[in-house]
């Protein structure tokens, strides 16, 4: 245990290091697979939080980093604690978006939902998720997310 430990402090002293020192330029982005870029959409279109209406006492906020990286918050009103998962966001074209979740809690997921962009109301709406290869249906509407 102290030598995991150990290890992982020294794995962090150098990644610290090595930032502090400017011979670094690690961005997560960099450890993506290259489909998971994407010329065909400025990017920057998409970057954002964009969050839901409140149903049944749960808010569903996404949020789209500029390096790829996506986390989706579970909010409920009722004061439970919020559920978090994180991963990665790609354009697929430009009325199209994956995200794709990797984690939940901490622990491995794998999720992917396929966004559709209405431009005229500059919201997300997902009609499906996969979790697992099992697609499930997100309702008779979907999940509608609006850009806050």
Not at 19 to 33: H, K, N, R, T, V
Not at 116 to 123: I, S
């Amino acid at each position: 245990m102290k030598i995991a430990h150990h290890h992982r402090s020294a794995t962090l002293l150098a990644l610290i290091t090595l930032s502090l020192s400017g011979c670094a330029s690690w961005q997560p982005s960099q450890l993506l697979p290259d489909s998971w870029t994407s010329s065909e959409t400025d990017q920057s279109t998409w970057q954002g939080t964009y969050q839901s209406q409140e149903q049944m006492g749960l808010i569903t906020t996404l949020e789209l980093n500029q390096d790829n990286s996506a986390k989706t918050i579970y909010s409920y009103t009722n004061g439970d604690p919020d559920l978090i998962e994180t991963g990665h966001w790609r354009v697929l074209n430009s009325q199209q978006l994956e995200v794709t979740m990797t984690t939940h809690q901490g622990h491995p997921l794998d999720s992917q939902r396929i966004y559709q962009f209405d431009p005229k109301t500059n919201q997300l709406i997902a009609t499906q998720e996969t979790v697992n290869g099992q697609s499930y249906s997100l309702g008779e509407n979907g999940l509608v997310l609006s850009k806050q």
